[in-house]
């Protein structure tokens, strides 16, 4: 792997910034995955926002160590990462993942093994808000 990046942070994400930090003349393909506030979850609707908590150091440690397995295990050129905090609007993005390697396959599959196993390891804890209430849910 040529080149890769994690940020965990409280502004907001702009997925083309990632798409042009992992692109290269030398790859094929590039794979950008945006992660959006909807308006439900598996049992609510009028989901107005969430909101991010995060151990930060934790979660670019974990999410780094993600990111090598999917480069020990396809071949990739750049994978970047960035996972929002605080509150978040519907329709903002709250998590990208790009990666770009020389084929699809491989961008393909190490951006879905990054996106799930970051939703699965690492310490991020998601609230979601809507009108008259509030809940902690699990995964980012």
């Not at 903002?92 to 491989?106: I, K, L, W």
């Amino acid at each position: 792997m040529r080149l890769s990046r994690v940020r965990v942070r409280s502004d907001a994400i702009d997925p083309q910034e990632l798409h042009s930090f992992v692109a290269s003349p030398s790859t094929g393909a590039t794979v950008v995955f945006v992660g959006t506030v909807r308006d439900h979850s598996e049992d609510r609707t009028g989901v107005t926002h969430l909101e991010y908590e995060v151990y930060q150091d934790q979660v670019e440690r974990v999410v780094s160590e993600i990111v090598d397995e999917a480069a020990a295990r396809w071949a990739v050129e750049a994978v970047a990462v960035d996972h929002r905090t605080g509150s978040v609007l519907l329709g903002e993005p709250s998590v990208v993942v790009a990666v770009s390697a020389a084929h699809r396959d491989a961008a393909f599959e190490a951006a879905r093994f990054v996106i799930d196993e970051l939703k699965h390891r690492a310490p991020i804890w998601k609230k979601e808000h809507w009108p008259g209430g509030a809940e902690w849910s699990q995964g980012s």
